[in-house]
């Protein structure tokens, strides 16, 4: 299985992205897709996750601001970065749970005027 992000850049406060991940190879029951961040010198946090049944979950800190969505047919996940501050610049990784957890390479967003 193999995770491709994209959609990363330099951005300025207050602007948008949106950042696509395809997941490839042999999957079956894809039960949860997410996205994580790590900003320099911080642990990886968690930033959302979207179900197999559509149930979505957001961190505190992007509430409002950040929406995950899916699409099953091509086994790819989004999330449209609105509102961005700096303190959103980190490597954004996507992953998907199966029997399993898998994680992409990760992309980098970084906010700065």
């Known amino acids: 299985v193999q995770l491709q992000a994209s959609g990363g850049g330099l951005v300025q406060p207050g602007g948008s992205l949106r950042l696509s991940c395809v997941a490839s190879?042999?999957?079956?029951?894809?039960?949860?897709m997410g996205w994580s961040r790590q900003a320099p010198g911080k642990r990886r946090e968690l930033v959302a996750t979207?179900?197999?049944?559509?149930?979505?979950l957001y961190a505190s800190s992007v509430k409002g601001r950040f929406t995950i969505s899916k699409n099953n047919a091509t086994t790819t996940v989004y999330l449209q970065m609105n509102s961005l501050q700096l303190e959103d610049t980190a490597v954004y990784y996507c992953?998907?749970?199966?029997?399993?957890?898998?994680w992409g390479q990760g992309t980098q967003v970084t906010v700065s005027s």
């Open positions: 979207i179900t197999s049944s559509g149930t979505t």
């Open positions: 992953t998907i749970v199966t029997d399993r957890q898998y």
């Open positions: 190879g042999t999957i079956f029951n894809i039960n949860v």
